[in-house]
């Protein structure tokens, strides 16, 4: 391992590292809390479970529509400017949410809180790859990312607290108010990321560099890594909550310590990861964790009526095969685009995760179904046969993106 791995960051590096970190925090946060907010928007906006389903997906498919309608300017702008903008966006829809008062204006809030807080994954990762050199960039996403584990720990868990203690509407505000203090100190403390303005092929119209993007061959290699990728990580997380408590005997009120001892894993994990990821050859790891993920799903979805500590332990399996894939599969995915298509090729990345989680939650949901709704759930072990499938190819996909990181950069690695 040569010595730049274990370069130190400085003091506004760090600053970096943590606000796009809680900002994160405060996006997943926004979405994840709608689940456990399930029972309780059925019966107080008179909802049916198909309804909360498009209400969920409804953030997903904009989400993935912001992606690809601001891929064409993404990288005209000062990127500080555009992750402000983004949040501020994300920040009234949340607040929509909050105040609404029936299907139709809960579905409308979510369609405009995705439209803004679906591209703010896709510039956090392109102000990464600007600021961070390739051989930093597995710490840094180890701890940007961990906002996924600190949405489990504290998300739901808090969200049901201050849900049932008060209003359904509760999560909302408290995701508004954490939000605004973040945007502020978004606005006066982060420098402006604007290096990528200096090429002038940014000159080109939005719409012909969305097309320069797309048109090119090793991008759309990185693209269709990321939605088989996509695909297959969405796959079977809709329904793990309801496999767990009708087919491994888990109780409902076990479901809270089950998310938030899986998302103290993620946290613990997400740091080590991604040193790992920087002192090894990221597509190795990435490889062996997909082969990690694999084994453990079908080995899950095969179990029956079983002990609730073998359940919690099984979850941390799992969360260990998904961080330790999604850590080094974004920092190669940050390694494709070359500087001025940084902003386009992120958004377009962004655009087709969100698209490939709702066409993989459709796909699910093709294939499992209950005789009733306190029955086991069926054929979710073909959920994940599917999910060994797709991530072969995954696999595959990701050794051509690691090769076309090597020929432009030299990376030494400890094998």
Same mark, same amino acid.
């Given at each position: ?25 405060? @996006?997943? =946060? ?48 000062? %990127? ?18 909050? =105040? ?9 809030? #979510? ?8 591209? $703010? ?15 930093? %960039? ?5 701890? @940007? ?10 998300? /739901?868990? $808090? ?14 505000? &408290? ?11 978004? !606005? ?5 990321? +604007?290096?990528?303005?200096? +090429? ?19 991008? #759309?290699?990185?693209?269709?890594? $990321?939605?088989?990728?996509?695909? !297959? ?8 909550? /309801? ?13 809270? $310590? ?11 994990? &997400?740091?080590?990861? !991604? %040193?790992?990821?920087? #002192? ?30 073998? @359940? ?19 920092? =190669? +995915? ?7 298509? #940084? ?15 709702? /066409? ?25 046969? @599917? ?20 020929? %432009? ?7």
């Amino acid at each position: 391992m040569t010595q730049i791995n274990n370069q130190a960051f400085t003091g506004y590096e760090k600053f970096v590292i943590f606000i796009l970190a809680i900002t994160q925090f405060t @996006v997943i =946060l926004d979405f994840m809390v709608m689940a456990p907010l399930g029972d309780l928007l059925l019966k107080s906006l008179s909802m049916t479970t198909k309804d909360f389903g498009i209400a969920v997906s409804a953030y997903a498919f904009s989400a993935g529509a912001a992606g690809l309608l601001t891929a064409g300017f993404a990288d005209k702008y000062d %990127r500080k400017k555009l992750l402000l903008f983004f949040y501020i966006g994300f920040i009234i829809g949340t607040l929509f949410c909050g =105040l609404a008062n029936s299907y139709v204006t809960l579905v409308l809030a #979510r369609i405009f809180t995705g439209l803004f807080g679906g591209v $703010i994954g896709s510039i956090s990762m392109a102000i990464i790859t600007d600021i961070f050199s390739l051989k930093q %960039r597995g710490r840094v996403m180890g701890f @940007v990312q961990m906002g996924f584990g600190a949405s489990q720990v504290l998300g /739901i868990p $808090i969200g049901l607290y201050i849900a049932n203690k008060w209003y359904w509407e509760a999560p909302f505000f &408290m995701i508004v108010g954490l939000s605004v203090i973040i945007a502020i100190a978004i !606005g006066l403390y982060l420098k402006p990321v +604007n290096e990528h303005l200096k +090429n002038t092929h940014l000159q080109k119209k939005p719409i012909a560099h969305l097309w320069h993007t797309v048109k090119n061959k090793d991008y #759309r290699i990185g693209f269709m890594s $990321i939605t088989m990728l996509s695909v !297959g990580g969405f796959m079977m997380m809709p329904f793990g909550t /309801i496999f767990a408590v009708n087919n491994l005997g888990v109780h409902p009120d076990q479901l809270p $310590i089950m998310f938030m001892i899986s998302g103290v894993a993620s946290l613990t994990l &997400m740091p080590f990861i !991604g %040193r790992l990821s920087d #002192r090894m050859s990221k597509f190795k790891l990435f490889a062996f964790a997909s082969i990690w993920l694999m084994t453990v799903c079908v080995v899950y979805t095969n179990l029956f009526h079983i002990p609730f500590w073998l @359940v919690i332990a099984i979850n941390i399996l799992m969360m260990i095969g998904i961080m330790s894939r999604m850590v080094p599969s974004s920092a =190669l +995915n940050s390694a494709v685009p070359d500087s001025p298509d #940084r902003g386009a090729y992120m958004s377009i990345t962004s655009s087709l995760q969100q698209i490939s989680g709702g /066409i993989a939650a459709a796909i699910a949901g093709m294939i499992v179904y209950q005789e009733h709704e306190n029955s086991p759930l069926i054929n979710y072990d073909i959920v994940a046969y @599917v999910l060994v499938g797709v991530s072969i190819v995954s696999i595959i996909l990701m050794s051509r993106v690691n090769k076309l990181v090597q020929k %432009r950069y030299v990376v030494v690695e400890n094998d």
